[in-house]
């Protein structure tokens, strides 16, 4: 079947069945500001995966002679206060930066999106109580929680992701509550349960994914503010430890010296800026991907 | 219907509450009726008289105050009572009693595709173990109510009214069930294709032997499927008979008022019209008397004091009213 046939007359023609993953793709790869986001964060693992062979310098050794060098052929982003190579540093940082903003999202998107299902689907006690514990955890500010968790756990990479997961699950589990209200109310639920849908295969199937909009949204700039927490961490010593590279930390070490060399603060700055750019573009050409109303 | 195992379908003294801020609100209230295997019952009312409330109570969408619903089993003359039954004999009966939504445009996931808006009631009771058995069932029953096998991987929102609402048939279908309720299945569409609709319950009526509860405020489609009519008033039946009776003879005077408000097609007939005053009373605490005294114009003392009870006023036309022998049109 033409392309062009399809457009003109829809219903006359039986649309491919393709897999659910291959339609999503499909969809997704039609917008191409949600490509772009594909590809930096394709980049983004590649530097992370391969950072030893294409990183030209190494990111922690000091060189005295070369310090607050502002970018040249030698090192094109220049070099920090120890004379380290600022684009190594980056590349390497890129690593732990990922990971944290991932997984810490990831943990909270489950941990949170679990509880905020079962409570907006339940409704009655166990509603209440779920939220009222949210709301305890909520009222400790974010980056206060998670210095404590990660103080009584001890710092290490695994850590600090778990306490910057951990302290976003209330604001996941609020938002993804607040969709399966509003979804539950709707009457396809009821038809599937008129069919003998058991509650788990309705949260699942019907009720998540038709509130998935906020939530991805919500994720991807969860992302963002995962680095930043984590930089928080790093920058009072409960984090990724000195001299390891971290974007967050590049961001506060180069802080003090932003009036003379701008350079140190602007490059982490610029790299955690189109991360999250690119995540914003990728999760709203998913969102729109996965919503067959938006298809054509 | 004085047969024992003529009746298929019991409901006993069925009542749903809802609590409110304001008082209980009586949505059903002591209900109690029979029906046949294989016939239509259409269930008439004004919106807000409980209608689809007691539909869903009957199939235990909702579960009810207190009362009775006892199907008659499948292999032997023995009642059960589905308002009771555990969460796990539902499951089984799910795949007897069936509903079909009022809104197309709703009671369909936006997000699935025809194909597997089909497949889930089959696939959430595991009917079948092969997906090519599946597949050749998901054809059958979109042959079966007139959706072409091409739209099999489109979404809803692409499909009209009826084809949707056929989605919403081959749903129920899928199972095999014994007993659907119909929840206004055509009120949301226009009239011509009300009509495909209506022909294609028909036709699968005669062709399975289904047993329906047609629920509708519309008086002449439900005349033109039922055997037998209900009419609702604020959550009770005023009136249950073959549907003939009811256009001929109706005895209780809000069927009379509702009867008197559908147009005729002629222009030398002049019939009266009953106009009813007032407003609907409210359905939270009601107070024990005929619900509807206060815009009745037989209303005597007697209706303001106690509720009449449905009564056998002629062999098979039930009626609650205290005056129905006495009125006559």
């Known amino acids: 079947m033409s392309e062009n046939l399809e457009n003109v007359t829809p219903e006359l023609v039986k649309r491919k069945r393709r897999g659910a993953f291959a339609e999503v793709l499909f969809r997704l790869s039609k917008s191409p500001l949600a490509m772009f986001g594909l590809a930096i964060i394709l980049l983004l693992i590649f530097c992370a995966l391969f950072a030893e062979a294409i990183s030209p310098y190494s990111p922690i050794k000091q060189d005295l002679m070369h310090m607050f060098e502002t970018p040249s052929a030698e090192h094109w982003l220049g070099t920090d206060e120890f004379g380290r190579d600022i684009l190594s540093r980056l590349i390497y940082g890129a690593r732990v930066s990922l990971q944290v903003g991932f997984i810490a999202v990831g943990i909270a998107l489950v941990v949170g999106g679990m509880l905020g299902a079962v409570s907006g689907y339940y409704s009655g006690w166990l509603d209440n109580s779920i939220m009222r514990v949210m709301d305890v955890l909520l009222s400790i500010p974010q980056t206060l929680l998670a210095i404590a968790i990660v103080a009584a756990l001890g710092p290490s990479l695994m850590n600090l992701m778990i306490a910057v997961g951990i302290s976003a699950v209330p604001t996941y589990a609020r938002i993804v509550r607040g969709s399966v209200l509003s979804i539950r109310s709707m009457e396809f639920i009821e038809a599937a349960r008129a069919v003998g849908s058991s509650d788990l295969r309705i949260i699942l199937r019907h009720i998540l994914p038709n509130s998935m909009a906020p939530i991805i949204v919500q994720s991807t700039l969860g992302v963002a503010s995962a680095i930043l927490n984590a930089a928080g961490l790093s920058f009072i010593g409960l984090g990724i430890q000195p001299p390891n590279p971290e974007w967050g930390a590049m961001l506060s070490g180069g802080r003090q010296y932003i009036r003379d060399f701008p350079h140190m603060t602007l490059y982490p700055g610029l790299a955690i800026m189109f991360t999250i750019l690119a995540l914003n573009f990728l999760g709203d050409g998913l969102r729109d991907a996965l919503d067959p109303k938006l298809k054509r | ?329």
């Not at chain 2, 029979?34 to 869903?56: A, D, F, H, P």
């Not at chain 2, 909702?62 to 009362?67: H, Q, R, V």
């Not at chain 2, 050749?136 to 499909?159: C, F, K, Q, W």
């Open chain 2, 1 to 329: 219907m004085n047969d024992v195992n003529d009746k298929y379908i019991i409901v006993k003294n069925l009542k749903k509450y809802f609590n409110t801020k304001r008082g209980r609100l009586h949505a059903v209230d002591d209900v109690s009726f029979e029906i046949k295997k294989g016939e239509t019952l259409g269930l008439v009312g004004e919106s807000g008289c409980g209608k689809s409330t007691l539909g869903r109570c009957l199939i235990r969408l909702l579960d009810s105050t207190s009362g009775e619903v006892l199907l008659k089993n499948k292999d032997n003359d023995s009642y059960v009572d589905v308002t009771k039954v555990s969460a796990s004999e539902m499951k089984a009966l799910r795949k007897r009693v069936q509903i079909v939504f009022q809104d197309p445009y709703s009671c369909l996931n936006p997000r699935l595709s025809v194909w597997e808006l089909i497949a889930e009631p089959l696939i959430v009771n595991n009917i079948y173990a092969k997906s090519a058995d599946m597949r050749r069932r998901i054809r059958e029953l979109m042959d079966t109510v007139g959706l072409a096998e091409r739209l099999e991987n489109s979404y809803p929102h692409e499909l009209d009214g009826g084809r949707r609402q056929r989605i919403g048939i081959a749903r129920s279908l899928a199972l095999n069930p014994e007993f659907i309720v119909l929840d206004e299945p055509v009120s949301a569409l226009d009239v011509c294709i009300q009509a495909q609709i209506l022909n294609l319950l028909n036709s699968l009526q005669k062709e399975f032997n289904y047993t329906y509860v047609f629920i509708s405020h519309n008086l002449s489609v439900v005349r033109h499927v039922s055997d037998r009519i209900a009419v609702m008033y604020l959550g009770q039946i005023v009136e249950l008979c073959e549907y003939q009776d009811l256009f001929k003879s109706p005895l209780h005077p809000y069927t009379q008022a509702l009867l008197s408000a559908i147009p005729l097609a002629k222009l030398d007939v002049k019939r009266e019209r009953i106009i009813l005053e007032g407003d609907v009373p409210s359905p939270i605490e009601p107070p024990n008397a005929c619900r509807f005294a206060g815009r009745c114009r037989y209303a005597c003392d007697k209706c303001r004091q106690g509720a009449p009870e449905l009564k056998e006023h002629e062999p098979g036309h039930f009626v609650a009213c205290y005056r129905a022998g006495e009125l006559n049109n």
